[in-house]
């Protein structure tokens, strides 16, 4: 089932490792777990998804999570991360794959951490047989994107209600109706085309078919930025592991990421959770407090995308109206740039974290402990 229901009350809910194994190694040991996940209380891990890329071994990562599991100690959601490694391009094979950014480690290549410098080779273990590529895909295949426990919900990037109910009784897995999904978008974006052009025919002159007409337009064009927000917003999968997305405010300029120039943004979804329920994610970059004078690693090319948390959600703040929703994702996966600039590890602010969560008989207790060993009070 997609949607995992588990009866478990002490939850350690960690956040994206990225392939941060030194990183999940340390915090289990302060979170008191032995080497298969056994914990003197009972509790019990649950991953949020995106294990892998950036770090320097997401194998080892995917060996440590799966023994876990076997175990029965640990569960784990799928993020857009697995979703990535599950989807590959149809017009490309595992011999010529198309490699998104950040898997590479995965198709046994090297990851630069500046692309137009060859000599800045991300240390990384890299897979090299096919076998081992097949293993983690089925490793991930059947993983659920959400987990609901007594009083708690989990999932990836965003809880939405909606899209949970879509998806909720479907039997198949979620990288089968991640495609099915993506054909009905492409269709209600053709549809949409179409009945602009008729409304608008003097925007093609030239009588294009809607689709060439489509791809001619730029990325500012109204229907470019509609059928943007149609593919992000209208597929129940992509709205589970990577979020929501909405267009700019009046004054807020367009800005650029990945060398595009983006006419939408983050969604910050929580800012509107209304349920009772307690709810997890990872995804979205959160600072850790630490350290007091965090050096500012962001790559020039990414120091325009507009924050996706306001200043008042500080580090250690409960998220959304109802103070019940957490973001547990550090930013552990910017830890590579750390070790490329020479600098210990959470020098940047980054660390993995955990949420621990208690169910009692007339609420919860929850609290975060990070891989430096602290615990911290949530307020
Ligand atoms: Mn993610």
Request: hydrophobic letters at 10%.
């Given at each position: 089932m997609l949607i995992q229901s588990i009866e478990h009350t002490k939850l350690d809910i960690i956040g994206?490792?990225?392939?941060e194994i030194e990183a999940l190694n340390t915090l289990l040991k302060h979170l008191n777990y032995n080497e298969d996940g056994e914990h003197p209380e009972d509790r019990v891990l649950i991953f949020v998804g995106d294990l892998f890329d950036r770090g320097t071994n997401s194998w080892a990562v995917y060996k440590k999570v799966k023994h876990l599991m076997k175990k029965g100690r640990a569960f784990c959601i799928q993020g857009n991360h697995e979703l990535n490694l599950l989807i590959p391009d149809p017009n490309f094979t595992d011999d010529r794959p198309k490699v998104k950014a950040g898997n590479e480690w995965f198709h046994g290549q090297v990851e630069l951490v500046n692309k137009d410098d060859p000599s800045s080779i991300q240390p990384q273990y890299l897979l090299h047989t096919q076998q081992e590529r097949d293993q983690i895909r089925n490793f991930l295949r059947p993983l659920p994107l959400a987990i609901c426990a007594p009083g708690i919900r989990i999932v990836h990037a965003c809880w939405d209600n909606d899209a949970i109910h879509e998806i909720?009784?479907?039997?198949?897995?979620a990288d089968i109706l991640f495609s099915k999904y993506e054909q009905q978008c492409t269709d209600r974006i053709a549809t949409q085309v179409r009945d602009y052009l008729n409304k608008n025919p003097e925007e093609n002159t030239e009588n294009l078919t809607p689709s060439t007409w489509f791809k001619r337009q730029s990325r500012a064009h109204p229907i470019r930025i509609e059928a943007e927000l149609i593919e992000q917003n209208q597929n129940p999968i992509k709205v589970i592991t990577s979020g929501k997305e909405r267009r700019l405010g009046p004054h807020q300029a367009p800005y650029e990421a990945g060398k595009k120039t983006r006419y939408v943004k983050r969604d910050p979804w929580w800012t509107n959770y209304q349920d009772d329920q307690v709810v997890v994610f990872g995804h979205y970059w959160r600072k850790a407090p630490y350290p007091n004078d965090p050096i500012d690693l962001t790559p020039p090319e990414k120091r325009n995308i507009p924050a996706t948390f306001s200043p008042e959600e500080g580090p250690l703040q409960w998220l959304g109206p109802k103070k019940n929703a957490m973001c547990v994702d550090y930013s552990v996966g910017k830890r590579f740039l750390e070790r490329h600039h020479n600098l210990s590890s959470g020098k940047s602010g980054s660390y993995l974290a955990c949420f621990r969560y208690t169910k009692t008989s007339d609420g919860f207790d929850a609290k975060l402990v990070f891989d430096n060993g602290n615990i911290e009070t949530i307020l």
């Open positions: 994206d490792v990225h392939g909720q009784s479907k039997t198949q897995t």
